[in-house]
């Protein structure tokens, strides 16, 4: 299927969305979330503050629009491992390539987006729509494909159980004091854990 080519009027908003994205992210960085107002944003980026408005609803929304971000990175890991031919390999590779360019963000700018998104009456963090969890259910049919998960017991048992250590080792490295590399540290944790439910 071929790409329609973008008129200069669509590339300009797309420059424009991603100039006050890039401005948010930086004052959210080196300000912190709560203390930045759109007026920063627009002021950063060299944008009128209406301009703001026509890409999106809030300071929330432009902090929410690092989800795409992630969804794209969590993309181009599952990429990189989908050839892989274990239940282990495949999930371990996409962490360790996934969250290590998470790793690159810091932690100002997860913990923000976990601590606004749980206070949502339906939390993006924990969304079932999210590429992550997708790529999560796509791992786990691999993994019981294969014979390396018990297929007695079922898919959503295993899927959550993966759902529920990632949520935990990104809150755990979030609220941390101490320099660790999200990379490793999730790579430690879930090694651990996949050993104990890989069928043997």
């Not at 809150?171 to 854990?193: G, H, K, P």
């Amino acid at each position: 299927m071929v790409q329609k080519k973008l008129t200069n009027r669509q590339m300009k908003a797309i420059e424009t969305k991603e100039a006050l994205y890039q401005a948010a992210i930086q004052l959210f960085n080196e300000e912190g979330y709560e203390k930045v107002l759109v007026e920063d944003i627009t002021n950063l980026a060299g944008t009128a503050k209406g301009t703001f408005y026509n890409y999106f609803h809030s300071k929330k929304d432009a902090l929410y629009h690092t989800f795409t971000k992630f969804d794209q990175i969590y993309q181009e890991a599952y990429d990189l491992v989908n050839n892989t031919t274990t239940f282990e390999q495949r999930l371990l590779g996409f962490i360790k390539h996934a969250y290590k360019e998470i790793n690159k963000m810091g932690k100002k700018i997860p913990w923000a987006l976990y601590y606004n998104s749980m206070l949502d009456d339906s939390p993006l963090v924990l969304s079932n729509d999210r590429v992550l969890y997708q790529i999560v259910n796509e791992i786990v049919e691999f993994g019981l494909k294969i014979g390396d998960l018990d297929t007695n017991k079922p898919f959503s048992h295993y899927v959550e159980l993966i759902k529920t250590q990632l949520v935990g080792i990104d809150y755990r490295w979030c609220v941390s004091s101490e320099q660790i590399d999200f990379s490793e540290f999730a790579l430690t944790n879930m090694s651990v854990f996949i050993h104990g439910i890989i069928h043997r």
